[in-house]
C-alpha cells in the first residue's frame, strides 16, 4: 500500500479559484503541485499564473508585487513581467533587455471558476474544459457564486480519491445513510472524459423525508470526470437537479486545496438570485454530506490491489485503467 498511486502529479484541469475573487490588479501568492506561484489578474481583466520567483534576484511577486496595466511589478526591484512570463521592462536601465523570463501556467475562465493546467512533461492542454451546464443556466439554476461556492481548503487527500467515488456503488448505505446501494446503469469512456448514470432510490425505506415527502422516488446520479482534477455530480429527481462539482488539487505530495461548487433548479417562479425553500436545503445537505466524503478520504491510504467483494471488481478495475492515463509514468504492464 502506497498514498500515491504513482509517482507525480496527474495531468489535467485543475481549479485555483473562483472568478468573482479575484478583481483587477489583485495578486495572490498560490502554491500548487509543489511549486510556489503567483497567480494575478491584470488592469484589463486577464488572469495570469507564473512561477512566483522574479528571474532577477529570487524576490517573491507574490509578497509586495503590484500589478502595473498588463504586467506584474517585482517588489524587490521593480522589474516588469508580462501575464506570459515575459520580461516587459527593467524601470532604472530603459531600452536594455535580457534573455530571461518565468514560467506561464495556462489558465482558463469557465463558468466562473478560475482553472489551470498541469502535466509533468509540460506539454500543452490536450483537452478543454466544458464546464457544467447548470452552472451557465442561469435562468432554470441559481447562480453559483456566492452561495454555491464553498471553499474545504486543504486537507490530505489526493485528486483520484474524490473521482474514485465513481464507481462506488456501496459507500452511499454507510457514508450517506441510503436505504440501499446506487445500481450502475451506464459507462462511457471517451478519452479524458468519463460519465457513467447510476440507478437510485432517494428516501428508500422511509414514508416521507424533506426531499421526499410523498415516499420514495426513484431518480439518478449522473457523473462526469474531466481527468482527475474536476468531477461533477449530478442528481436528478423528479425533474429537481443538483448539480455538484468536486475539484481537488495538488498542493504538495500528500495535500489538495479543495472546492465544492454546487447549484440547484429554481424554485417555480423564483428570480432571486439567493436560493430558497428546496434548493436551500439541498445546497446545505450536500454541503454536509460531501464532507462526510472528505472525512473518509483525508484519513485513507491508498490500496493498489484491493480485495474486492460484491461484483465492486468490474468498475473498480475499469476507473483504475482509465486513471492511469494521466500519470506519466504509470506502468504499462500495471493490473488492477
Known sequence: MKDWPYDVFPTGWYQ???????????????????????????????????????????????????????????????????????????????????????????????????????????????????????FKDGAGCYPIYPQGADHIGVRKIIPQSPVENTPDYYHFMWVHGSG?????????????????????????????????????????IETEAWGLGLSNARFVLDGFITSQLTAATPVDREHSQLFDTITCTREPGSDDPEPSGTAARMLEFQKGQIRRDFAIWENQRYVEHPPFAGGEEEHYARFRRWSRQFYVNAPESEQV
Do not use: M, N
Open 16 to 134: 485555483i479559484g473562483y472568478s468573482a475573487e479575484l478583481a483587477p490588479g489583485e495578486v495572490r501568492p498560490v502554491k500548487y503541485f509543489d511549486q510556489d506561484l503567483v497567480l494575478f489578474r491584470t488592469e484589463q481583466g486577464e488572469v495570469a499564473l507564473l512561477d512566483a520567483y522574479c528571474a532577477h534576484l529570487g524576490a517573491h511577486l507574490g509578497y509586495g508585487g503590484k500589478v502595473k496595466g498588463d504586467c506584474i511589478e517585482c517588489p524587490f526591484h521593480g522589474w516588469l513581467w508580462t501575464a506570459q512570463g515575459a520580461l516587459s521592462e527593467i524601470p532604472y536601465a530603459p531600452g536594455e533587455t535580457r534573455r530571461v523570463g518565468l514560467d506561464r501556467w495556462e489558465t482558463r475562465e469557465v463558468d466562473g471558476l478560475i482553472i489551470a493546467w498541469y502535466d509533468g512533461f509540460g506539454r500543452a492542454p490536450w483537452w478543454e474544459w466544458p464546464g457544467i451546464r447548470e
Open 180 to 220: 440501499q446501494p446506487g445500481k450502475p446503469l451506464l459507462w462511457e469512456e471517451e478519452g479524458h472524459y468519463l460519465r457513467t448514470r447510476i440507478g437510485f432510490v432517494f428516501g428508500h425505506g422511509k414514508q416521507s423525508t424533506w426531499l421526499t415527502p410523498d415516499g420514495p422516488v426513484a431518480g439518478e
